[in-house]
């Protein structure tokens, strides 16, 4: 398991000057509060996200355009969102889908990680444990 740890660190490149390693396999995923979600009929999470900000508020009113986009989730996606509690650890949440998806979801690390690398970009979810910069 150390060794894959070691494999799964990531460089943070945000700043030359600033090279930060983060085991994301040790960090904690805790939702954001302001995001709301349900799940559909077929029992898929969908994130309700809400467009704000000046153009978006012109565009509802000229374009009619939506005040929430609707973001569907995958099957591994679905099973993923409701284990992130604030408790489990990336690496707890890994093994739950290994003992779901089997096979399915290989290779698994890589691909939980990027999973909550977007998830973080788009602000669904904080890390609680991650290291300031």
């Given at each position: 398991?150390?060794?894959?740890?070691?494999?799964?660190?990531?460089?943070?490149?945000?700043?030359?000057?600033?090279?930060?390693?983060?085991?994301?396999?040790?960090?904690?995923?805790?939702?954001?509060?302001?995001?709301?979600?349900?799940?559909?009929?077929?029992?898929?999470?969908?994130?309700?996200?809400?467009?704000?900000?000046?153009f978006n508020k012109i565009?509802?009113?000229?374009?009619?355009?939506?005040?929430?986009?609707?973001?569907?989730?995958?099957?591994?996606?679905?099973?993923?969102?409701?284990?992130?509690?604030?408790?489990?650890?990336?690496?707890?949440?890994?093994?739950?889908?290994?003992?779901?998806?089997?096979?399915?979801?290989?290779?698994?690390?890589?691909?939980?990680?990027?999973?909550?690398?977007?998830?973080?970009?788009?602000?669904?979810?904080?890390?609680?444990?991650?290291?300031?910069?």
């Open positions: 398991m150390e060794k894959e740890k070691s494999l799964m660190r990531k460089q943070n490149k945000k700043s030359k000057k600033q090279n930060m390693d983060i085991n994301y396999l040790d960090l904690i995923p805790v939702r954001s509060e302001e995001l709301h979600w349900h799940k559909d009929i077929k029992g898929r999470v969908i994130l309700d996200v809400e467009n704000t900000g000046l565009a509802q009113k000229v374009f009619n355009k939506p005040q929430y986009t609707k973001v569907h989730l995958d099957a591994q996606g679905t099973f993923i969102w409701p284990l992130i509690d604030g408790k489990r650890t990336v690496s707890d949440i890994a093994a739950l889908v290994k003992s779901e998806f089997g096979e399915a979801a290989e290779p698994l690390y890589p691909r939980i990680i990027k999973y909550f690398e977007i998830v973080e970009s788009y602000h669904f979810i904080k890390f609680a444990n991650k290291p300031s910069k």
